[in-house]
């Protein structure tokens, strides 16, 4: 079983940063892809950002060029660092990992930390 932990959300100003972290626990497969989605009230859950274990990155075109997304493999971690934030970036943050092993996927999700950008 794996557990994933979020921190690091807040309330905010506009144009102000955070930096949103996750921890992993638990046995991951050793090749994963890590990511953070968010949903807004009223709308469906999207992808932010994903990072594979070897350090390919895609965006949201939305957030492309304000947010960056990093992991630290050792520690089971994934950060992503919020800048220029907007009101429209206001949700609740979700860490993903996922694999697929022998064709088998396997996908966790933490209980998300909320980010709320308001002036």
């Known amino acids: 079983q794996v557990q994933l932990v979020e921190s690091g959300g807040g309330l905010v100003q506009p144009v102000a940063s955070l930096r949103l972290s996750c921890a992993a626990s638990?046995?991951?497969?050793?090749?994963?892809?890590m990511g953070w989605y968010r949903q807004a009230p009223g709308k469906q859950r999207e992808l932010v950002a994903g990072?594979?274990?070897?350090?390919?990155?895609t965006y949201a075109d939305s957030v492309k060029g304000r947010f960056t997304i990093s992991r630290d493999n050792a520690k089971s971690t994934v950060f992503l660092q919020l800048n220029g934030l907007k009101p429209e970036d206001t949700a609740v943050y979700y860490c993903?990992?996922?694999?697929?092993?022998?064709?088998?996927?396997?996908?966790?999700w933490g209980r998300g930390t909320q980010v709320t950008v308001s002036s």
């Open positions: 993903n990992v996922w694999w697929r092993w022998l064709g088998v996927p396997s996908e966790y």
């Open positions: 638990g046995s991951l497969f050793s090749y994963n892809t």
């Open positions: 990072i594979t274990t070897d350090g390919t990155t």
